[in-house]
Structures are given as C-alpha cells and as structure tokens.
C-alpha cells in the first residue's frame, strides 16, 4: 500500500480475547496484522485491560451490571446495560483521546456494542461492520434503548461498511433506504507452507463428524438434526460418532440433549491447534437453524467456521436452508455436502451417502482448500480490507 494506514479505533461488544469464537475470532484474525501502533480496541466484553493478538491495546468496556439483573430487566424497561454504555463512565476516555483515532471500525454484535459505537461515532469518520443481521429481532422493550432506530442510524452515519455477506449487505441497504460503498468480508484463515496433512487420503476406522465452535440458537436445531441421524445411523450397525467441540458454556447448555444422543465431547479447542484437530474428523459440520425465529440469522452470516474448515483438508457438511448464507457460500464454490430437508429420513439419507463416499471426500475437500488458498488466505484479505480503510479515510 502506498499509503500509511489510519490510526484504527476498533469498537466492538465481540470477546477479542486469545479464547474468542465467532465473530470475536474473526475480528483478531482480521487485524492480527495491522500495525500495532495504529490500531486501539475497545471492547464491551472486557472487565479489564489486555493485549491482543498483534500487540494491540484492548480497553475494557464491560458494564458493571450484573447479567441476572440485564435478563429480569430486558423485557421490562429494555436493555439497561446498553444504556449504560451510552451514558456512563467509560475505561479508556482519555487513551482514546491520546490515541486521536482517524477512523472508527464500528463492530456491533449486540446492544452494548451498538451503544459503544454510537458513543465513540463523532471520534472520527465511521465504518460499520455487521456480522448478522441483527438490529431488528430483539426481544428486548426499546425504552432504555432502542436498539432498531439506533442500529439504522449508525448505518446511516457510516462513510463505508463492511459486511459478512452479500445477503447481509442487501438487508443493510434495504433496512437503511441508503447505500454506501461496501466490502465483504469473510473470516481469514492462515495456511502452512504446504498443503494440509489431511489432503493426502481418506481416514480409517469409525466414520467421525465433528462440529466445532459456539452453539447459538442460529445453530443448534440443525445440529441437533445431525447428531440425532447419527444416533439412528449407530443404532442401525453404522460405526459412526458425532464428535461436538466447543466450551463448556455450550456444552453445559445442552448437556441433557447430547448425552441422549451419544455425543462425543471434544472440549475446547485452541485456535492455533485447530486445524490438525479438524483432520481427525472424515466431516466438518455447519449448521445454520431451519427455525423460522433465526431465519434472519441463517440468511446473513457467513460463520467464521467455515473458511477455518476449508483450511483443514477435510470436507464439509453444511446442514440448513437453502437461503442460508453458508449454504449458498458453500454451493457457490461447489465444495460441501448438503442437508437442507430437516426431516429424519432427509438427513439420513446424506448421512448414509456422506459415509458411503468417504473415499471422494479428499476431492471435495481440496476444492475447499484451493478455494481458501486463493481467496481467504489472510494476507489476501487483510490486504483488501486495509486498503478499503486507508482509501476510506483519504476520501473523508
């Protein structure tokens, strides 16, 4: 680039912590690079200070509201802890102010970071990021802060966006009534020198699909299809395991249903060992909710996990509807498998073809891969991405 990047304020309730998942983790990996003197993080997820990947500075924004308290109050007077990131003291006014940021990375997942972007919009001209497609399907009351008329102005504030996806992009537009100069962006993933371990032949022994990452609601219906087809599949004399890797959050959230269904508990598994634990699964679960509610989810986001799982060398299941962003993004690149019929027999139909074509799968998977290698490498995207920030603050 021929020009110095902007001094970045990167404002966001996502964890950007070593642990993050989601869109927590596509945030680091996206700025991991980005020269550390230029870039301050904000974070309504931090209690304290902390530096992230890359050497930069992370101010702890957390509100000091209890989350029982936040719940009880939500449908009552709305989301109090929003409204107190709005209005109230804030760690790290003054490292803001020393820092003179010459852009705004606005990166809202909910209201708290909604409020943090809105409270730091007049630092610097603004780019908001969206990662779904969120702003009007809250539950909350908007009396302490009213989540919708706040998220579309920001849009409307905005000089550039960002979006995780095409379809995301569109609902910004039409929630909006205006455009702006907009990028997708996608989740980077870094690749070794050669090409994944996995790549080379099929495993052996039990037939293995392993999902791995948060469940949210936006998930969890179609990976509940999949793990209960597979509980059906072994009770039939199918040698087949269903392998969940994720926090013990989410795993204590559903225990009752995973240990009916056999589940295989993997634990948590770090970010940089990821990929070598991805190549011990014959198949890599997406799952996007066929839930009417989540619809709104299951349409915008890209997930992070994709790309991460065609960097591993194994081949992908992507279990939802046929709008969903991570189907079409998959179908697009022809490099998955398909369960988009919720039914039983429906997923264990592609479930019995998934294991009776286990030797194919090194094809579809290098698909993935070369498509990764191409367009998702890190130094592809961040060089993209960086360039749209440093044009953004030239034309402002």
């Known amino acids: 680039m021929s020009e110095a990047l902007p001094r970045l304020l990167l404002v966001t309730d996502a964890d950007l912590s070593a642990g993050s998942q989601g869109a927590g983790r596509a945030l680091v990996s996206l700025f991991a690079p980005y020269p550390a003197g230029s870039l301050l993080a904000l974070s309504g997820s931090a209690t304290t200070r902390f530096t992230m990947g890359g050497g930069h500075s992370v101010l702890a924004?957390?509100?000091?509201?209890?989350?029982?308290?936040?719940?009880a109050l939500r449908h009552v007077v709305g989301d109090v802890d929003a409204l107190w990131s709005r209005w109230m003291p804030t760690f790290g006014l003054e490292d803001v102010?020393?820092?003179?940021?010459q852009l705004v990375l606005a990166a809202p997942t909910s209201p708290v970071g909604l409020a943090l972007a809105d409270r730091f919009a007049s630092a610097a001209p603004v780019v908001t990021f969206l990662?779904?497609?969120?702003?009007?399907?809250?539950?909350?009351?908007?009396?302490?802060?009213?989540?919708?008329?706040?998220?579309?102005a920001l849009l409307r504030a905005s000089c550039r966006w960002l979006a995780i996806s095409p379809d995301l992009a569109a609902a910004m537009r039409t929630a909006t009534g205006v455009d702006r100069p907009t990028l997708v962006v996608q989740n980077p993933v870094r690749l070794g020198a050669g090409e994944p371990a996995a790549l080379a032949a099929p495993r052996a022994g039990r037939f293995r699909i392993a999902y791995?990452?948060?469940v949210w609601p936006m998930h969890f219906d179609a990976l509940a299809a999949v793990a209960e087809s597979v509980a059906r599949l072994r009770a039939e004399g199918t040698d087949i395991e269903f392998v969940l890797r994720t926090s013990?959050?989410?795993?204590?959230?559903h225990a009752a249903e995973l240990q009916r269904w056999g589940v295989v508990g993997g634990g948590f598994v770090p970010y940089e060992d990821l990929v070598p634990a991805l190549g011990e699964a014959d198949l890599l679960l997406v799952a996007s909710s066929f839930d009417a509610a989540q619809?709104?989810?299951?349409?915008?986001?890209?997930?992070?996990?994709?790309?991460?799982?065609m960097a591993s060398g194994r081949p992908?299941?992507?279990?939802?509807?046929?709008?969903?962003?991570?189907?079409?993004?998959?179908?697009?690149?022809?490099?998955?498998y398909f369960a988009t019929d919720p039914s039983?027999?429906?997923v264990d139909a592609v479930l019995r073809a998934c294991v009776a074509s286990r030797n194919e799968g090194p094809t579809i998977a290098r698909r993935a891969w070369e498509v990764a290698l191409r367009d998702h490498e890190i130094g592809v995207v961040t060089g993209t991405l960086y360039e749209f920030l440093r044009k953004t603050m030239t034309v402002n």
């Not at 924004?61 to 719940?71: Q, W, Y």
């Not at 102010?97 to 940021?101: E, G, L, T």
């Not at 539950?139 to 919708?148: E, H, N």
């Open 61 to 71: 924004a957390a509100p000091p509201i209890p989350g029982r308290i936040v719940d």
């Open 97 to 101: 102010a020393a820092f003179s940021p």
């Open 131 to 152: 990662m779904d497609d969120w702003f009007d399907y809250l539950s909350s009351r908007p009396f302490a802060f009213d989540t919708p008329r706040r998220g579309r």
């Open 212 to 214: 791995s990452g948060s």
């Open 248 to 253: 013990p959050f989410f795993w204590q959230r």
């Open 295 to 309: 619809a709104h989810m299951s349409r915008s986001s890209v997930q992070a996990k994709v790309t991460d799982y």
């Open 316 to 336: 992908i299941l992507a279990c939802g509807p046929e709008d969903a962003a991570s189907n079409r993004f998959l179908r697009e690149r022809d490099c998955a």
């Open 344 to 346: 039983p027999g429906a």
